[in-house]
């Protein structure tokens, strides 16, 4: 399963990247705003720390309106993934990115059937929303069972990229049911480290070890 960090953070993506266990990014139009620097410049930085796919989002809501923001955007680097709505306009842009071999990230997908349309399209990554599905009284998970079921049935390349992912039992799940990625905020990351167990025990050895008056 891959990790990306969902986050235009420069610092926390170092931190992440020192990891050794990060395989890309993504970013989103609030993300940016967030992180209160110049989109392009950012998004090279991001490109620079990171060999992996890092996703960019369009604003354009046509077709021609995207392919020329995403004509600026591939610029920046090799590794940026253009991301692009699900919508007929969106799919329309994935469909023709794809097809010259750039890669694509279809975002905003809350359905089962969105997910096969942007695989149809040649969507590189589809992100469906758990947090957000969950928020509104669906069911997140079974979204991503779902749309692994379709895409096994008929052996799409198009990976799953779980996004809005709020806690550690989100990726649990996610990774259960074999999503191909997952894209989480850093605090969530970190929390995936986390256990009360792991800590006692470092500190009962340390104890124990103290007692012994060695070092290594
Ligand atoms: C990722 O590509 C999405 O933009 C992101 O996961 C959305 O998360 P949110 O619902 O927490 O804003």
Known sequence: MKFFVDTAEIADIKEMADTGL???????PSLIAKSGRDFMEVTKEICELVDGPVSAEVVALDHAGM??????LRKIADN???KVPLTVDGLKTCKAL??????VNVTLCFSAN????????????????????DDNGFDGIQLIED???IYDNYAFETEILAASIRHPIHLLQCAKIGADVATMPPSVI?????????????????????????SI
């Open 22 to 28: 990060l395989d890309g990014v993504t970013t989103n």
């Open 67 to 72: 392919m020329r923001e995403a004509e600026i």
């Open 80 to 82: 940026v993934c253009i």
């Open 98 to 103: 794809s097809s010259e071999g750039t890669m």
């Open 114 to 133: 969105q997910a096969l349309l942007a695989a149809k399209a040649g969507a590189s990554f589809i992100s469906p929303f758990i947090g957000r599905h």
């Open 147 to 149: 749309i692994r079921l």
């Open 190 to 214: 970190k929390n995936l480290f986390k256990h009360v167990l792991t800590e006692k025990g470092i500190e009962g050895f340390l104890a124990d070890w103290a007692k012994t008056g060695q």
